[in-house]
């Protein structure tokens, strides 16, 4: 027997209102500003590596006269002019699109104050070439005194193909960059994992004392820019180095230092990844194993590395991401020892072949959204391993394994804390390692190569302006994708544009922004050389973990509260003020102290971005450091830290009175 629910009905799509139509406009506008600020720049950056530049010289004809002006003599083809010289004159091989060609080399006797006249043209509608400024195409005789002659500049011819990575591959020295990079990588996520297990087992599984002071500790790292380490490595066991014998003659100039430095300033992130792992076990799978008689040995690799492998997983992906794409800390200690992030940096400013630092950046880019595409299956598996009924775990005393686990995160501590102790005892000495006395002399930036105390004061505009404009722009993004009913395909593209910055190194992203944003064609442009620009790439590259932690808050939040305001017709923006952001509030400022931090540490991501104006004191640090000026680059460093700490302690102590305000109603204030 049929009833009323069985009778079909006709689908009736939900008319929009007024609050619709503005939250899909908000996503369509922070949506064209990912497109605008990552997608764009990524195909300007792609089209560069798939592009060559030749000289294609049978496409021009020049004719030469007499001494009378007659032009008698025959009509020469300009490739079989080159053709006669050893080596040529022009020559045919690939060239960057800027590449410019005079024509005056072919002729031995050439002088502007000739007589001669020359008549030029090319052959085929598509041949181009100037006459100082001025643009001719087509195969129309022009005829040039000698004087005019010598401005004649041939362009290359722009092709699409491979031929850029087939002399990147058939590079030695290059291809073997791509070696070095993975074997780092892998080596320093091995580690890194390794130690960052143990620490985090030792917060989590023991009850050893100081556990808030050793966390604290583990996290310094993240308040320095990954230059930092390598100067500090340098004054331990560099050529005049405290520790050089430790080192039983092997330098710290290459893939060791890159090595131990990396392991510093990727421990904090693999920690954070296996603490929340560990975090989320289920006590009663240790009840279980208890009751089995199991022992300890085997509980641990039966329950304790079973829930946790999707965290160990995750932070391994993370490890091997952040050192494969590091800039900064191979650019300083890694010496001849080649890394691809570094060959970025040699072939667009050292060689201004843009061409081959697109070549290098696709290169970069594969293991790196690799890397990021596991990563993300992973987390997706550790979220389904979560149940409504697991019970948190809570360890009991031991007193012999409460020691031991004591014992090692002193030692970690110690590690941290020393590499951080070593770069502030070099930037008070005057003179390593003749004169150990205390100065302030290094902190005299001005007197230095970098940009002074200004590129400091840059790096505190860049940092506040990232965090306010990011924060802003990030969860009002976030708040959008999440709360706007329907539109499933526009969220669906928006998450997947949210997401793409994690998977971009940095410096792929700055040389994709040269691209895109130095082209006089584009309306943009104006940008460029600017803080506008460091702002955007900035807040570009650090998008993502700001947007999953903005989407994590706001799906804790109840769906009532936007039922509610629907049926008191009240609009979305009062809800969004007066509900949603103080109930989010500790979201957001996580995510400003988050783009702050970043903003002063980053090297990658701004180090071809800034100019003259814009010197940032992470850039400071790399400069002083190619000039020789350690000490000072170490001081410079230290600014960097104390900033950032004294932000962290300024937004704990904010937190704590604006979540007191904020939060009052959930007290019932």
Not at 237 to 261: A, C, D, H, R
Not at 604 to 627: E, G, R
Request: proline share 5%.
């Amino acid at each position: 027997m049929s009833t009323i629910d069985d009778i079909p009905r006709p689908f009736v799509k939900p008319r929009l209102g007024k609050d619709d139509w503005i939250q899909r406009g908000f996503m369509a506008v922070i949506a064209l500003y990912l497109i605008v600020a990552l997608a764009l720049p990524l195909y300007a950056m792609l089209s560069k590596a798939f592009s060559t530049y030749t000289f294609d010289l049978s496409q021009y004809e020049v004719q030469v006269s007499d001494e009378d002006g007659h032009f008698t003599k025959p009509v020469e083809n300009i490739a079989n002019l080159n053709a006669r010289f050893d080596p040529p004159v022009i020559g045919a091989g690939s060239t960057n699109s800027n590449g410019r060609q005079k024509l005056t080399g072919l002729f031995p006797d050439f002088s502007f104050r000739s007589p001669v006249m020359y008549r030029f043209r090319g052959t085929s509608p598509e041949a181009v070439y100037l006459v100082g400024s001025e643009r001719h195409t087509g195969p129309e005789w022009l005829e040039l005194d000698s004087n005019t002659f010598r401005r004649v500049v041939i362009r290359p011819v722009k092709h699409v193909g491979l031929a850029n990575f087939t002399t990147y591959f058939s590079t030695p020295a290059l291809t073997q960059s791509v070696r070095n990079s993975l074997w780092i990588a892998t080596i320093s996520t091995i580690i890194t994992v390794t130690l960052a297990f143990w620490f985090a087992y030792a917060l989590a599984r023991s009850c050893m004392r100081f556990k808030g002071v050793f966390r604290m500790v583990a996290m310094l790292p993240i308040l320095v820019p990954s230059l930092l380490p390598g100067i500090a490595l340098v004054y331990l066991f560099g050529n005049q180095g405290m520790l050089k014998s430790f080192l039983m003659g092997e330098t710290i100039y290459g893939p060791i230092g890159i090595v131990l430095g990396s392991v510093f300033f990727t421990f904090p992130h693999a920690m954070i990844i296996i603490s929340t792992a560990l975090a989320i076990s289920d006590a009663r799978l240790y009840e279980a194993a208890v009751s089995l008689k199991a022992s300890r040995w085997k509980t641990f690799w039966t329950v304790t590395i079973p829930g946790a492998r999707y965290g160990l997983f995750s932070a391994a992906f993370v490890v091997f991401n952040l050192v494969i794409t590091d800039f900064g800390l191979p650019k300083v200690i890694g010496g001849k020892f080649n890394v691809l992030a570094v060959d970025i940096y040699k072939q667009v400013i050292g060689q201004q072949n843009f061409e081959m630092g697109a070549v290098v950046s696709v290169v970069l880019l594969v293991p790196a959204m690799l890397a990021f595409a596991i990563d993300r299956q992973m987390q997706k598996k550790q979220v389904a391993l979560l149940s409504a009924r697991s019970v948190v775990f809570e360890p009991k005393p031991n007193r012999k394994m409460d020691r031991i686990f004591f014992a090692y995160t002193v030692l970690v501590s110690i590690f941290i804390a020393g590499i951080i102790g070593v770069c502030q005892f070099a930037a008070l000495i005057k003179f390593w390692p003749y004169d150990l006395s205390l100065s302030l002399h290094n902190y005299n930036f001005d007197l230095m190569d970098g940009g002074g105390w200004g590129s400091y004061k840059n790096s505190i505009v860049l940092a506040v302006l990232t965090a306010v404009i990011g924060t802003v722009v990030v969860f009002l993004g976030a708040y959008m994708v999440e709360k706007t009913k329907g539109f499933e395909k526009g969220r669906a593209l928006f998450q997947m544009l949210a997401m793409l910055p994690m998977a971009i190194p940095g410096m792929v992203l700055g040389l994709a922004y040269i691209f895109f944003f130095n082209n006089p064609a584009n309306p943009l442009n104006f940008i460029y050389g600017t803080m506008i620009i460091l702002v955007v790439s900035t807040v570009t590259h650090f998008y993502t973990v700001s947007h999953l932690t903005a989407v994590t808050a706001l799906k804790q939040m109840d769906t009532e509260f936007e039922s509610v305001s629907a049926s008191l017709k009240q609009p979305f923006h009062k809800l969004f003020r007066q509900v949603t952001v103080p109930v989010s509030m500790p979201a957001i400022l996580n995510i400003s102290i988050y783009l702050f931090v970043n903003a002063m540490t980053t090297v990658s991501a701004v180090v071809f971005l800034y100019s003259t104006d814009t010197a940032l004191a992470s850039i400071a640090v790399l400069n002083m450091d190619d000039a020789g000026d350690i000490a000072p680059a170490a001081a410079m460093g230290m600014m960097i830290f104390y900033t950032n700490a004294g932000a962290r302690i300024l937004h704990a102590l904010a937190s704590r009175g604006i979540l007191k305000r904020s939060e009052a109603w959930r007290k019932g204030d």
